[in-house]
């Protein structure tokens, strides 16, 4: 069983930095997209970046091209987002995210993963 349990999140101010950790137990397809997405109240979930972890492709979107840098260290089974001058318009649940290996499609359609960490909270002030 595929677990995603999302860490890293918490309160910055606008200029500040956070990384963002993701332990995937039960996973193992190493050539499938693994990746983050946020979700601001009101607004629909985006998706911010995804990795292969075998190839080490990333896909950032624009928004975030830059500030944030998507990584995965395979000996944790862990993946990371370090997000650095972060701004307000980034206050957002963050979510990790997975596919699996009949997932097909476009890296930033949420709909094409189908594993999903329950999250964790990024609030920046300005």
């Known amino acids: 069983q595929v677990q995603l349990v999302e860490s890293g999140g918490g309160s910055v101010q606008a200029g500040g930095s956070l990384r963002l950790s993701c332990a995937a137990s039960?996973?193992?397809?190493?050539?499938?997209?693994m990746g983050w997405f946020r979700q601001a109240p009101g607004k629909e979930r985006e998706a911010v970046a995804a990795?292969?972890?075998?190839?080490?492709?990333?896909f950032y979107a624009d928004s975030v091209r830059g500030r944030f840098t998507i990584s995965q260290e395979n000996a944790k089974n862990t993946l990371y987002l370090q997000m650095n001058s972060l701004k307000p318009e980034d206050t957002a649940m963050y979510y990790c995210?997975?596919?699996?290996?009949?997932?097909?499609?476009?890296?930033?359609?949420?709909?094409?993963?189908?594993?999903w960490g329950q999250g964790t909270q990024v609030t920046v002030s300005s």
């Open positions: 995210t997975a596919r699996d290996p009949q997932d097909s499609g476009g890296w930033f359609v949420d709909e094409t993963y189908s594993y």
């Open positions: 039960g996973y193992t397809y190493s050539s499938n997209l």
């Open positions: 990795i292969c972890p075998r190839y080490g492709a990333t």
